[in-house]
């Protein structure tokens, strides 16, 4: 067997290189005439996202972690009992994590859980601090930073080698300064206060507006600490970064990357070079679901990657029984385990910002940092960030982007695997240590949501007629235009209302209206949908609506546009159309409404 390498110009040959006016040529060939902008889409922010990008060639230097090597691999503490949290930070640190996310009641990021105030010498009385990270997320009570200072000081460890995100409160915070330059004076390097934009996020936020509301609390922090006489350079050393990271990997990279970028404007613009600062990323709070709760740790292991891959020098996975309640171990290993495979086994930590130099990730971060610039000079023509707030300004840009997004999930163009999209009516429950209530209450002006809530909600409803009733309400697929020629619409119809906690019942062939009217009476059921193609429906959908009407359904929907049919249909007895991108919580309620 030769050894020489092969011919690799020969294989090169085979397959001619194609310029971008080469490969539109055959885009606008496949597009038969449709606007090539149908293949443009665009975020929450309105940003494009071209579906063809060329190498970036801008040179830019990789975005750099503070710290060398990998990013440090968080667990979250969280338990409402601080006896109970003690041996779970201590299984969390001997099962490899290398650090320790302390979350206390009242924090941004608390979401229903939190450690007690006060209870910090409690939750790491078993441990020893040297080889660990810790980031403290403080609610209202904050001495918790002292605490953990004189902890450390009592294990006997040097303070400057200590690595502490203290996560000190910006806003409210009128002792900032002076309690920054009291740990740094018994020798802790910090980062002491935390710009922590997750509580836009969790609130339904865009990427842009976190980000902005992230350098805005910075800024706040950085001018606080400036006023008190502290060095520009020592100030900006005193501040980290807190960032929410989500399954959709290539935004949560570029706002990674961006919030870098941002930061190092803000720095050059004080005259400093800039240098790395310490950012940390949690899984966010609104993609969790409780229902098919397994597909969460897809979700936060595509959440974590990305953070990874961004350049986050700590990040926290939330586990995947998060929104249910208090985890139980199994759910603890599952979120450190896989935080750990990406870094010793997928070695992502290993590589300086992959993302360099793709014109894509490019682009996307360039247009992200620019849109979140523009945000944040708006809070800054508003006053400031704490002028924002008080105003309301700041607060009702979030809600309307909470409501987009609440739309978006209605209606399924955010499709939530395991909740909207591919329901689980069968699965088996899964075991949390304290359950937390349905919703979180709706405290303040950024109250955390999650994108499934609503589909919970008709979830519980249906699963609470079975335990009354003995089964889940019912919806009658009737099939027009044989079996196989409706199977498409059949299975849409299905996942939709099966969305909803509702059974659906297949009608098989269907000869006519009066076989369908007898199918439907035999099935239990009192709703109704039409599927079939087009075409059936032109030949027989009033007649089918008519006799399955007549045979005593609440509703009667139908699968796909109406077209022009849809005056014969609405008369002949259908009350409603579902398709792709039809608001399909509406219809679920009304569906529900229906049954009362």
Known sequence: MSDAPPNTDAFAAAFPPVDEQGWRKLVD?????????????????????????????????????????????????????????????????????????????GARNAYGCGLPAGALREALATLDLKPLAISLHMGADERSAEDLADLIEAQGLDPASARVSFGLR???????????????????????????????????????????????????????????????????????????????????IAKLRGLRRLWARIEESCGLAPIPVHVEAETAWRMMTRRDP???????????????????????????????????????????????????????????????????????????????WTLLQEIEREGGLAASLSSGALAQRVAQARAALEKDAARRKLPITGTSEYPNLTEAPVKTLAPLPTRLPAEGAFAPMRLAEDFEWLRDLADAD????????????????????????????????????????????????????????????????????????????????????????????????PGEQEAALRQAGVSGFVFAGCDAVATLKDARAALA
């Open 466 to 561: 079975v335990e009354a009733k003995g089964a889940r309400p019912r919806v009658f697929l009737a099939a027009l235009g044989g079996v196989v020629a409706a199977s498409a619409r059949v299975g849409f119809a299905r996942g939709l209302f099966e969305a909803g906690g509702f059974e659906t019942i297949d009608s098989g062939a269907l000869a006519d209206g009066e076989a369908a009217a007898a199918a439907f009476a035999a099935s239990g059921a009192r709703l109704a949908c039409l599927c079939g193609p087009d075409a059936a429906y032109a030949e027989a959908g009033a007649a089918f609506a008519h006799a399955i009407a007549g045979a005593g359904a609440s509703r009667v929907w139908l699968a796909g546009r």
């Open 294 to 372: 397994w597909v969460n740790a897809l979700r936060t292991t595509t959440a974590a990657f990305a953070a990874g891959v961004a350049g986050a020098d700590a990040v926290c996975a939330l586990p995947f029984t998060q929104a249910l309640g208090l985890p139980e171990p199994e759910a603890r290993r599952l979120a450190r385990n896989a935080q750990l495979i990406l870094i010793e086994e997928a070695n992502l930590g290993r590589v300086a910002d992959p993302a360099a130099g793709s014109g894509a990730m490019e682009a996307l971060t360039d247009a992200l940092a620019a849109k979140a």
């Open 170 to 252: 910006v806003i409210d915070a009128a002792d900032l300064a002076s309690r920054v330059q009291a740990l740094a004076a018994r020798g802790f390097v910090g980062p002491f206060c935390a710009a922590d934009g997750r509580m836009i996020h969790a609130a339904g936020g865009t990427d842009a507006q976190e980000l902005a509301f992230t350098i805005a609390e910075a800024l706040t922090a950085l001018r606080a600490l400036e006023a008190s006489g502290m060095p520009l350079d020592a100030a900006r050393r005193a501040i980290g970064f807190r960032v929410a990271v989500d399954a959709d990997q290539f935004a949560s």
């Open 29 to 105: 060939k496949a597009l038969k005439g449709a606007p090539f902008e149908r293949l443009v889409s665009r975020t929450a922010d309105g940003l494009e996202i071209q579906p063809l990008y060329g190498r970036d060639r801008s040179g830019r230097a990789p975005v750099a972690r503070a710290a060398q090597g990998p990013w440090a691999a968080l667990t979250r503490i969280d338990h409402l009992d601080a006896d109970a949290a003690a041996p779970q930070a201590l299984a969390d640190a001997e099962g490899g994590a290398a650090g320790l996310a302390l979350v206390f009641a």
